[in-house]
């Protein structure tokens, strides 16, 4: 007998109790934070949904392996074990262990990323974009068309469009391009999954060229269900053999533990490059750490390396993508527009049409994420201009984001589904009264990664 209901595969052994507060506390702390989510307290928040980074609530067994942690500072045994546990699902010959994904980025990114370089990508996470133009390097994205159209619902919308990868190569020549990246899932396009078949096109055409191909694995488990579920020949593959195929294409990878390791820190970088091996590491133990941490403690390599097991688990990975698909199907229903279908670890509002009397350069993401708070405490992340607007090296003019979105992200193994009730519930209530949203000004920013500390002003209602 099998039963429709899929259940939350866990019980639950710790708690952390969560404060109410009142709407008009959240107003009061909304002045104080300059309109950013990222300037408000975590015990300001009733609900959570700002990241699925670092969020994870760990298992038993992971707790038990922060006792079992080895904290010697060369040689520890926890490392042997990470390593061990990486190697066996990613398969790369070199494991380096760093304290989270952008550290990958950074010291990978310092060997290969010359200024003037190239580095496509399906679409680039913003620390990645980041880190390679602080480089000098300029990072282009390639998602496939389908991305564009919000509304379809395409299975595999975080392919990358290998015309465009073999065109870009042409233009600028091989020579200029020191690696290609690949983001499964695809997270600023909207959590969506790359298709195996992708990851072996664009890997066939690395190879043609002499390009390595890294894969920026945040979030391979729910990128290896997807393919199970959507992609012909793979139903029958255990979510492990899918992710071992899918690494078997690249030279390397970065990653996040924070993501789909189920930890709360930590991350790793992977090569088959001896050299680049050696240079990495050296580089590392400037600024991590003795490449048998890199770091982390002890305890951080072994609940990273049971989190890698756990995220793999079939019953979990088919819970992880329904209580997702939850919210989304709950939203999309009542008329909200979100990204079709919902990804892996979010879902996505479209904010632009949400609010289309807000211009992009005023925001309706922001505009949207501060009303989910200051109605219901929902913390939520804006993913448009905000983050995303580029300048124009010559006129110095801002341009709009290609999307207007606002992410809700599901930590994984904390909320259960009378928690995700409550935000579809606060979600409805805004979308009801849209039209009275506002948008938004920056009064003050940094040059990079501005989102994490800007201050906002609300603008004035337009005047009829
Ligand atoms: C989170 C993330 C990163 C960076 O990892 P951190 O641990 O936050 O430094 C890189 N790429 C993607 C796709 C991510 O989601």
Not at 397 to 410: G, K, Q
Request: glycine share 8%; net charge negative.
């Amino acid at each position: 007998m099998s039963f429709r209901t899929i259940i939350e595969p866990f019980k639950i052994k710790a708690v952390e109790p969560i404060r109410l507060t009142t709407q008009a506390e959240r107003e009061a702390i909304l002045e104080r934070a300059h309109y950013n989510l990222f300037l408000v307290r975590s015990d300001e928040v009733i609900i959570d949904l700002l990241t699925d980074s670092g969020t994870a609530a760990m298992s038993s067994e992971q707790w038990a392996g922060v006792m079992r942690g080895d904290e010697s500072y060369a040689g520890s045994r926890s490392f042997y074990f990470f390593e061990e546990t990486v190697r066996d699902i990613f398969g790369f010959k070199h494991v380096i262990p760093v304290h989270q994904g952008r550290a990958a980025e950074r010291i990978l990114f310092a060997l290969l990323c010359k200024p003037g370089c190239v580095i496509p990508n399906n679409t680039h996470f913003d620390t990645t974009r980041a880190n390679i133009e602080y480089r000098g390097g300029r990072a282009v994205d390639l998602p496939c068309p389908e991305l564009s159209d919000t509304t379809a619902p395409h299975p595999f919308k975080g392919n990358m469009d290998t015309d465009a990868l073999e065109r870009l190569i042409s233009e600028v020549g091989a020579e200029n391009i020191p690696l290609v990246m690949l983001t499964v899932t695809n997270n600023s396009g909207g959590g969506q999954p790359v298709s195996m078949a992708n990851i072996r096109a664009v890997s066939a055409i690395c190879r043609k060229y002499g390009i390595p191909l890294y894969i920026d694995a945040c979030r391979f488990a729910e990128n290896a269900y997807f393919i199970k579920l959507r992609e012909p020949g793979y139903a029958d593959k255990t979510p492990l053999e899918i992710a071992r195929e899918m690494f078997s294409y690249a030279d390397g990878c970065t990653m996040s533990a924070k993501k789909d390791g189920l930890a709360n820190i930590g991350g790793f970088l992977c090569t088959n490059d001896d050299a680049l091996a050696q240079q990495e590491k050296e580089l590392l133990i400037l600024t991590e750490g003795f490449p048998t941490y890199g770091g982390l403690a002890g305890r951080d390599l072994e609940a990273i390396a049971i989190g890698l097991r756990e995220v793999l688990d079939e019953h979990y990975l088919e819970y992880r993508l329904a209580s997702t698909r939850y919210l989304g199907e709950h939203i999309a229903r009542e008329g909200v527009p979100i990204v079709q279908p919902p990804g892996g670890h979010a879902v996505y509002i479209d904010a632009g049409r949400m609010l289309p009397h807000i211009p992009p350069l005023q925001f309706p993401g922001q505009s949207l994420a501060v009303e989910l708070y200051r109605l219901g405490g929902v913390r939520s992340c804006e993913i448009g201009s905000v983050m995303f607007a580029q300048r124009d090296p010559d006129t110095g003019e801002e341009r709009p984001a290609p999307r207007e979105l606002v992410r809700l992200a599901i930590p994984r193994r904390v909320y259960t589904q009378s928690h995700v009730d409550y935000v579809v519930e606060v979600i409805l209530v805004a979308h009801r009264h849209r039209e009275q949203l506002r948008g938004y000004r920056i009064t003050w920013q940094t040059p990079f990664l501005r989102h994490f500390s800007c201050h906002f002003e609300p603008l004035s209602p337009p005047s009829l």
